[in-house]
């Protein structure tokens, strides 16, 4: 099968899917039949709390869901030696059925329930000791979400030299990539005061944010005196993120993703064109399971492709950040549901971008890693050449892949900061950082949240994370199924059919038990082999307590959903 093909097929089921399934989840969910305004405004404080135009949310929901999942994801799948067939069949399903489920009903969920986090909805529809076992176990993944992502922004960012002390290659990339970034964040904030404080109409706005974004691009590329080392990098988006993560979204959050977003639409659309113009054979990449793979297909598969089909990191922007800027009920459906599928999409064109990577066999260095797999892919098909015309698109490219990341940073660490708030509030009593007493008031307090959150976040980010990070896929998707049980608590508890998360639930559920309880015992033998550092010791702890927490939480959720059933009856 060639690539336009591929493409073809998959935006018209992925289209059919918005169409039809999601119509028929708003129906049996009532999306839009209640008269209350949403809690962006019913809540509003300018804060955190801000109703946003569905364009501008999409760009902030959009970008930061997306990260580098669709991107990394389908890369490692292939290098798996999964079939394209099969990582398309599970994008496609998985992107339809249960990631568009799991995000736009974290999303409705948690419009219902005043903007607060699943772990709050736990707490209502479960219990107290639910909600606190969640939220220790979803911050901690955050953690381990801003340890990454830092990273992977401030390595983006930071520059090399070779032997006689001039910038390599790779070195004005990333200085170019750390300009236009930081142009990014001063364009916003201008834009934020324009629309948000002077009343500029926002087509204006958008305009004139375009036109900035392309002079940004301009003079990042060929204006770069910044040139700082990985490390220091990682102390300066520590220390942005700590700002960017109690400022208003007004000023920074909703503007600079909105913004974004075009360069993030820009990709999509010059990954589709690159499609058209080189038309890639698939064949270049085994159809099923490569002959002889070992990696068993269930359940590395489906905790490889995460975001382009199911993740549990979007429950908690849905429900983190997107609820409390909804501005209409019934713009769930477009931010949440379109906005996994579109992801679904890019997931498909990287494997398209990757098949084209591995026709040069490997062989290329300029296609090592997936950052290099994914740029000089669409790059190469636009340019075989690989001239001038590929430098820059693939310098453009890198940019959108930082951008993705430092978007999902900036979000990780606010919800972060709300999930260590949450830890020590009782929400079924009404407690608030506002009106707690003694050590709550001090811990629920959102500069100190947000203090610990960015210190655990970029010290683990410089002192191995990635020991533990292989257990990130299989936490991500304990999330995912976590969610899909307190999304079916709650439309359940109001009379809600609820089926429909059954299926999702149960199989995220048992993808995570079995990739947990592999990854558990490959550990184990590591240290009984001798010479382990800290990490597979980490990792099989971690393991451990993941598997109890999965199983416990399971329990509480099946005796909730069908235990009212039974009662009911």
Request: some cysteine.
């Amino acid at each position: 099968m060639t690539g336009i093909t591929l493409l073809l097929i998959g935006i018209a089921v992925l289209v059919c899917g918005y169409i039809l399934y999601g119509r028929w989840l708003c129906k049996q969910w009532g999306v839009g039949e209640s008269t209350e305004a949403t809690p962006a405004h019913t809540l509003r404080d300018d804060v955190d709390y801000v109703p946003a135009p569905a364009p501008v949310l999409m760009g902030h929901h959009f970008s930061s869901i997306a990260g580098a999942g669709p991107i990394t994801g389908p890369i490692s799948a292939a290098a798996a030696g999964f079939g394209w067939l099969a990582c398309v069949l599970w994008i496609l399903i998985g992107g339809i059925f249960f990631g568009g489920v799991h995000d736009f009903g974290a999303l409705f969920a948690s419009v219902r329930h005043g903007g607060k986090s699943i772990g709050e909805i736990i707490s209502a529809n479960m219990s107290l000791r639910a909600k606190r076992l969640f939220v220790i176990f979803a911050y901690l993944t955050l953690v381990l979400v801003v340890a990454a992502f830092a990273s992977i922004v401030a390595g983006t960012f930071g520059v090399t030299y070779d032997e006689s002390g001039a910038l390599t290659a790779a070195g004005v990339a990333n200085a170019q990539v750390a300009m236009v970034s930081l142009l990014f964040i001063v364009m916003a904030i201008i834009f934020g005061f324009a629309v948000y404080r002077k009343g500029v109409k926002m087509s204006i706005a958008s305009i004139i944010g375009v036109i900035g974004i392309a002079v940004c691009i301009a003079i990042g590329l060929n204006f770069y005196p910044i040139q700082l080392t990985t490390k220091t990098w990682m102390w300066l988006v520590g220390l942005y993120i700590m700002i960017a993560s109690v400022a208003p979204v007004w000023i920074l959050l909703q503007p600079r993703d909105y913004l974004s977003s075009f360069l993030l639409y820009a990709m999509l659309a010059l990954a589709a064109i690159s499609v058209f113009m080189g038309n890639p054979s698939m064949e270049t990449l085994p159809l099923l399971n490569k002959a002889g793979n070992t990696t068993p297909v269930f359940p590395v598969l489906f905790t490889t492709i995460a975001c382009g089909a199911i993740s549990g990191f979007h429950s908690l922007v849905g429900s983190g950040t997107t609820s409390k800027q909804l501005d209409k009920e019934k713009d769930a459906k477009p931010i949440a549901y379109g906005g996994m599928l579109i992801e679904c999409a890019l997931a498909i064109m990287t494997l398209i971008a990757v098949a084209h990577a591995y026709s040069f066999n490997g062989t290329d260095l300029a296609f090592s890693g997936a950052t290099a797999i994914f740029g000089g892919g669409i790059a190469s098909m636009i340019d075989p050449s690989r001239g001038t015309v590929y430098s820059v698109l693939y310098t453009l490219l890198v940019l959108t892949y930082s951008t993705f990341c430092l978007t999902s940073l900036d979000t990780a660490t606010r919800m972060g900061r709300f999930m260590f708030q949450e830890l020590w509030l009782d929400g079924t009593k009404g407690e608030t950082p506002q009106n707690v007493t003694g050590y709550k008031k001090i811990l629920a307090n959102p500069y100190v949240a947000t203090l610990i959150t960015v210190v655990l976040g970029i010290a683990l980010g410089m002192n191995g994370y990635a020991k533990i990070w292989a257990i990130f896929g299989s936490a991500n998707q304990l999330l995912a199924a976590l969610a899909l049980l307190a999304i079916a608590a709650w439309l359940g508890n109001i009379g809600k059919k609820n089926a429909m998360c059954w299926i999702p639930m149960f199989f995220m559920l048992a993808v995570t038990l079995f990739s947990l309880g592999i990854n558990t015992k490959n550990q184990f033998a590591a240290i009984a082999a001798g010479g382990a550092d800290w990490g597979p010791w980490a990792q099989a702890i971690l393991g451990i307590l993941l598997i109890v927490l999965a199983i416990v939480l399971a329990i509480e959720g099946v005796i909730t959903i069908f235990g009212k059933k039974k009662a009911a009856k």
